[in-house]
Each structure stands twice: as structure tokens, then as C-alpha cells.
């Protein structure tokens, strides 16, 4: 099960999605672009957040993150 789908059954909180899918505004859109240079990458609102969940996707060998 990936966070998507956690997310997408309430599982998971803090978790907004892949930076390529979320809704960017324009004004911004170049220099989020050119800043992360990978729209694979997930957004979360903590590094602690962030590592909490990269944990879990590797204990669970499920996907792989970052």
C-alpha cells in the first residue's frame, strides 16, 4: 500500500502528495520547478514527518521515497 492510497483513505495526516501533482500557482511554478528538479518527490509539512514516513515505506518494502 503506498502513501497515496494511506492518504487517500485518511491513514495518513501531513502528507500532501508528489510535488508534480500538486497544484502549484503560477507565479511559483518556475521556481518550484527549478528548485526541487524532481516531481517524484513527496511533500510533507515536517523533516520529521518526512522521515517517519520514508521509514515506513522501507520497513515495509512498499515503495521507495523521497
Known amino acids: 500500500m ?3 492510497t ?3 483513505t485518511g491513514r495518513v ?4 502528495g508528489r510535488l508534480g501533482n500538486l497544484a502549484i500557482p503560477d507565479k511559483y511554478d518556475v521556481a518550484v520547478s527549478i528548485a526541487s528538479g524532481v516531481p517524484d ?3 510533507v509539512d515536517t ?3 518526512g522521515q517517519e514516513y520514508v521509514q515506513f515505506l522501507w520497513k515495509q ?4 521515497a523521497s
Open 6 to 8: 494511506l492518504k487517500q
Open 41 to 43: 518527490n513527496m511533500v
Open 47 to 49: 523533516v520529521a514527518q
Open 61 to 64: 518494502d512498499i515503495e521507495r
Open 2 to 4: 503506498s502513501l497515496t
Open 13 to 16: 495526516d501531513r502528507f500532501h
